[in-house]
Nanobody, 122 residues
């Protein structure tokens, strides 16, 4: 079992930066793939980024590539560094976990946090 708690969401101006954190608990965290998704009002939840268990492999949605960076540490925390933020990045950001391999479809992830709101003003 894995429990996830996100933090770091806030209001930020366009062009600014923000770092989200996801604290994970559970003995199998170190073997899980971790990911970030986001959901804007009236839209479906979409993939943002994911990282494998060792941190050696990461993938990003095209919309955030070059601006966002996902990372993880041995203290059971996953981060999403967001730079050059745009108003279209406004959404609730969710941390997710699943075993084994990275996939980009939300319905294939097993565990979810409660979400943290990111609002980017123009």
């Amino acid at each position: 079992q894995v429990q996830l708690v996100e933090s770091g969401g806030t209001l930020v101006q366009a062009g600014g930066s923000l770092r989200l954190s996801c604290a994970a608990s559970g003995r199998t965290f170190s073997t899980y793939v971790m990911g970030w998704f986001r959901q804007a009002p009236g839209k479906e939840r979409e993939f943002v980024a994911a990282i494998n268990w060792s941190g050696s492999n990461t993938i990003y949605a095209d919309s955030v590539k070059g601006r966002f960076t996902i990372s993880r540490d041995n203290a059971k925390t996953v981060y999403l560094q967001m730079n050059s933020l745009k108003p279209e990045d406004t959404a609730v950001y969710y941390c997710a976990a699943r075993p084994n391999i990275i996939v980009i479809f939300a319905n294939q992830w097993n565990y979810w946090g409660q979400g943290t709101q990111v609002t980017v003003s123009s």
